[in-house]
């Protein structure tokens, strides 16, 4: 078989596997009206399918500097900072997240996919090692790849599976940088951040934490699981996204080790890539501002969370251990699920539909994203069609 007969044969057993459901991946949005609501052929659907968590899409302050910073800047830096050199707004940007997270650096990457690429593949290398969890997401994977190092996985957020991993490591562990993530994107659960944080100091280890999902989301000012459990200062390496509760695209890390500094000369995801564009440096800074003094949308955030959980889970949907704005059904089959996610798309409800081997333990999953931008009716009226539909599919 040459390699585009290999591409073919993956490409038939994929739609063998779901012969109905090859246009639910990638989905054409045609229009986009709101930070909740856009057309998908001709139906104007709910969006609960997107990363908006404080709904901040359409927010005037971030529309407006974005605007300002085209008109002054231009569309785009074409090339990276390395070598072409670093605009006001990144530098201003950095000095800003490493404020809010009161650490002394911070880099801004062009993604968040880069922020880990280029963090992991910066921190360790051939003979270390990396720990993560198992349900890591892929560009963690793909970052302890890069690096070179040796990759072990603990089961998910299971800290005594870590600890008999970390106990067989020996001498090793000084080496050893251990991984995992705020929130799952998966099923919406958070790590049990205190006990790795007592073996990660235990074993003498380096800890990372990608906030990507928990940004803006958790603890007062939103700076994620580290705010919301104290322990912000126990965290080596805090990575992230702009692509979620700051509604742009880029990704950042944050340390108070001052060796944070020197990955800008060592990691090519960071070198190699031109930077972020002048507008999304902008609307990211302010949608930064909304986030920290944002108190009033993590509250409607979480009322919209709640409401939402607790109606599924009533009804008798299988959802992950904690609430909060990743809600997912998790079902047996990817046909199951592909039934559910195209039942609600008749009713205008987009959500997403994750299949294996994305979801966990070969489960397939129909996951809501809930935002601070949904009201109240919005929530009420998708908690009403899943309870219908699980009474019409059961
Ligand atoms: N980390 C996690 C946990 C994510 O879920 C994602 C995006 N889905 C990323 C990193 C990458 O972020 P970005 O979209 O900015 O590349």
Redesign the pocket.
């Known amino acids: 078989m040459n390699l585009l007969e290999k591409i073919d044969a993956a490409a038939t057993a994929r739609i063998a596997l779901l012969p109905n459901g090859v246009g639910a991946f990638g989905i054409p949005i045609e229009e986009v009206y709101s930070a909740t609501e856009a057309r998908i052929g001709d139906r104007r659907v709910l969006l609960l399918g997107t990363?908006n968590y404080l709904g901040l899409t359409f927010a005037p302050e971030c529309i407006q500097a974005a605007h300002e910073a085209i008109d002054k800047e231009g569309t785009g830096t074409t090339g990276s900072r390395m070598a072409n050199g670093s605009y006001f707004g990144h530098r201003a940007l950095e000095r800003e997240f490493a404020d809010f997270y009161q650490c002394s650096s911070s880099i801004v990457f062009t993604?968040?996919?880069?922020?880990?690429l280029g963090t992991i593949s910066g921190l360790v290398g051939p003979g270390d090692t990396v720990l993560i969890d198992g349900d890591s997401?892929a560009?963690?994977y793909d970052g302890c790849i890069l690096s070179g190092a040796d990759i072990i996985r603990f089961k998910h957020n299971d800290a005594a599976d870590m600890e008999k991993r970390l106990r067989r490591l020996g001498n090793r562990v000084e080496t050893t940088l251990i991984i995992a993530?705020g929130i799952?994107?998966m099923l919406g659960d958070q790590a049990p951040l205190a006990e790795i944080v007592r073996l990660k100091n235990q074993y003498g280890c380096i800890l990372l934490l990608?906030e990507?999902?928990s940004l803006g989301v958790l603890g007062e000012t939103g700076q994620g699981l580290v705010e919301k459990t104290g322990l912000l200062k126990e965290v080596d390496f805090i990575?992230g996204?702009?692509?979620?509760s700051l509604c742009s695209?880029?990704?950042f890390c944050v340390s108070n080790h001052p060796q944070l500094e020197q990955l800008r000369y060592i990691s090519h995801p960071y070198i190699f890539t031109a930077s972020p564009s002048p507008a999304t440096i902008a609307s990211t800074r302010a949608a930064l501002e909304l986030l920290r003094n944002g108190s009033h949308l993590r509250k409607q955030l979480w009322n919209n969370c709640t409401q939402l959980y607790s109606t599924l889970k009533e009804v008798g949907y299988e959802l992950g251990p904690d609430p909060g704005p990743v809600i997912a059904a998790v079902v047996d089959t990817p046909q199951q699920a592909l039934l559910l996610w195209q039942r609600l798309l008749e009713h205008n409800i987009y959500v997403n539909l994750i299949l294996p081997p994305a979801a966990p333990e070969g489960k397939s999953l129909v996951r809501c994203s809930v935002n601070a931008a949904h009201t109240r009716d919005q929530i009420q009226y998708v908690g009403d069609t899943f309870t219908k539909l699980f009474k019409e599919l059961n």
């Open positions: 990363n993604t968040g996919y880069q922020a880990n997401h560009s963690i993530e799952y994107s990608d990507a999902h990575t996204t702009f692509s979620k695209i880029g990704g």
